[in-house]
T-cell receptor
Framework: DVKVTQSSRYLVKRTGEKVFLECVQDMDHENMFWYRQDPGLGLRLIYFSYDVKMKEKGDIPEGYSVSREKKERFSLILESASTNQTSMYLC?????????????FGPGTRLTVL | DAKTTQPPSMDCAEGRAANLPCNHSTISGNEYVYWYRQIHSQGPQYIIHGLKNNETNEMASLIITEDRKSSTLILPHATLRDTAVYYCIVRLGWGYQKVTFGTGTKLQVIP
């Protein structure tokens, strides 16, 4: 079974703090993704990575950065947390090549910024 | 990606089959139908996907109409743990493709 794990299920931070969210997958997947999910707005892509040290902006990258130093690990960084970054953050991974690419999601991190 | 339409909510009695419909009339020939579900406060869980043939796995069956404009996800014996929001999405299967969820169907399994 594909397993995608995230470092925390719940996190509370203060405005201005630097926040690290970590995601690890154990299926040797090339692609990794960070999404945020908000009521009424659905799932929105923040960043994705298709290889080690490679990253591409998604639809809403402002205020975020990412790091992928190892294939299995993809980190999302909030440089200076703000209250509008309170959200559910979801990591996903998938193979890069093939006719039927399926993304597998982690359990999510519910971040509250006070 | 093709747009999908799902009913906002459905109820199903425990032990009965849950049939969740999805319309995707603008699907193109190389787009797959994927189903995910999301139990409250958890990450989305992949269920099943298909191109044009019906598919079955240990979780569910997927029936795709011959014209591919609609599909039905079938949970053969619904349990209380199947209460969740079910998302039908249509997307290319190749390479990088982000997942975009619509509003989905909230399935409530009733004891």
């Amino acid at each position: 079974d594909v397993k995608v794990t995230q470092s925390s299920r719940y996190l509370v931070k203060r405005t201005g703090e630097k926040v690290f969210l970590e995601c690890v997958q154990d299926m040797d997947h090339e692609n990794m993704f960070w999404y945020r999910q908000d009521p009424g707005l659905g799932l929105r892509l923040i960043y994705f990575s298709y290889d080690v040290k490679m990253k591409e902006k998604g639809d809403i990258p402002e205020g975020y950065s990412v790091s992928r130093e190892k294939k299995e690990r993809f980190s999302l960084i909030l440089e200076s947390a703000s209250t509008n970054q309170t959200s559910m953050y979801l990591c996903a991974s998938s193979l890069r090549y093939g006719p039927q690419i399926t993304q597998y999601f982690g359990p999510g991190t519910r971040l509250t910024v006070l | 990606d093709a747009k999908t339409t799902q009913p906002p909510s459905m109820d199903c009695a425990e032990g009965r089959a849950a049939n969740l419909p999805c319309n995707h009339s603008t699907i193109s020939g190389n787009e797959y139908v994927y189903w995910y579900r999301q139990i409250h406060s958890q990450g989305p869980q992949y269920i099943i996907h298909g191109l044009k043939n019906n598919e079955t796995n240990e979780m569910a069956s997927l029936i795709i109409t011959e014209d591919r404009k609609s599909s039905t996800l079938i949970l053969p014996h619904a349990t209380l743990r199947d209460t969740a929001v079910y998302y039908c999405i249509v997307r290319l299967g190749w390479g990088y493709q982000k997942v975009t969820f619509g509003t989905g169907t909230k399935l409530q399994v009733i004891p």
